[in-house]
Structure formats: C-alpha cells, structure tokens
C-alpha cells in the first residue's frame, strides 16, 4: 500500500493549487517557476514549510484521531483500497498560531467534531488505596475460606466499588 497523508491548506492556496493543478492537466504552464510545490520539515519532523511558486507558508504534521481509508478506482465501479491515513499535513497563513498538541483533536468531517473526547471512553478514575484495600481482601479470602463463600465475597466488593464510584 501506499503511504499517503491528508492534506489540508488555506482557501487562498487552495485556488492556487487547483489552478496549477488545471493548467498542467491542459499542458498550458506560462512559467515552470510559478507551477512548483514544495514540502519540506525541519529536524524535530512535525513543523515545516511548504512552498507554492515563490510563496512559503509554515506548516505542521498532526496525527488525526482515526484512522482514515482512501480508495481508488480504475473503472468507476469497483473500489481498491490504496491506504490508511493517520496524519494530516496542516498548511496555515503566517498570521496563525502553530498548533500546540501533536494530535488534531476533530476529525476530517463536521460530525467528527472534537472526536477523541466524544467517541472514546476515558480510563476510569481509580483511587489506589481503595484498590489495595480490595486486593488484600481478597487475597485473606482466598487463603481461609471455600470457592463458595469467595464468589459471594467477590461479588460483594465489586458492587461496593461500583457503588462507591
């Protein structure tokens, strides 16, 4: 499979890239130096610049909350998986600020708004003492009494924790 990346970028140098994109699919290019793309990123692999023509413009690799599957087509009628997608470029304007988290928190669509938090489960908050209480517990259980009573007891402080919570 291929490796791919989404690739996301202002309005401005949206239409530049379509009009680059039309020009060259008609063969009608007036300056070669206007039609290049650029992507390159520094030592630490997640801030960089990418250029269109002679313009630069900052840019972040951010891990996107799921992953995403891109497919292709050669006969408009069947579909071939081409890749997972995990990341996605972010272009922006000078003006905005550069992403503080590694990972994009909304995904690539309106409903995938604020995703990590709303579609996966948080890990439980626990309180250690209260979890070696319960293990000690169990393990005196366990060395006195018959299987019996130890399902009873168990059952019995797993409805206390869950009532604690």
């Known amino acids: 499979m291929d490796e791919q990346f989404i690739l996301r970028v202002p309005p401005s140098v949206a239409e530049q890239i379509e009009r680059l994109m039309n020009e060259s699919a008609a063969g009608s290019s007036s300056n070669p130096e206007d039609a290049s793309l650029d992507l390159s990123f520094s030592d630490d692999g997640r801030s960089g610049t990418f250029m269109i023509g002679n313009k630069s413009f900052?840019?972040?690799?951010?891990?996107?909350?799921?992953?995403?599957?891109?497919?292709?087509?050669?006969?408009?009628?069947?579909?071939?998986?081409?890749?997972?997608?995990?990341?996605?470029?972010?272009?922006?304007?000078?003006?905005?600020?550069?992403?503080?988290?590694?990972?994009?928190?909304?995904?690539?669509?309106?409903?995938?708004?604020?995703?990590?938090?709303?579609?996966?489960?948080?890990?439980?908050?626990?309180n250690a003492e209260l979890v070696h209480r319960v293990e000690k517990d169990l393990i005196s259980i366990m060395h006195g009494v018959s299987v019996s009573i130890l399902l009873v007891c168990v059952i019995c402080k797993i409805f206390l924790l869950i009532a604690m919570e």
């Open 58 to 126: 900052p840019a972040s690799l951010l891990d996107l909350p799921t992953v995403v599957e891109s497919y292709k087509t050669y006969d408009d009628s069947f579909l071939v998986k081409a890749a997972d997608i995990g990341q996605m470029v972010m272009v922006r304007e000078d003006v905005d600020p550069a992403p503080e988290e590694v990972e994009y928190k909304h995904g690539l669509t309106p409903p995938m708004r604020d995703a990590r938090r709303r579609r996966y489960r948080r890990e439980p908050d626990l």
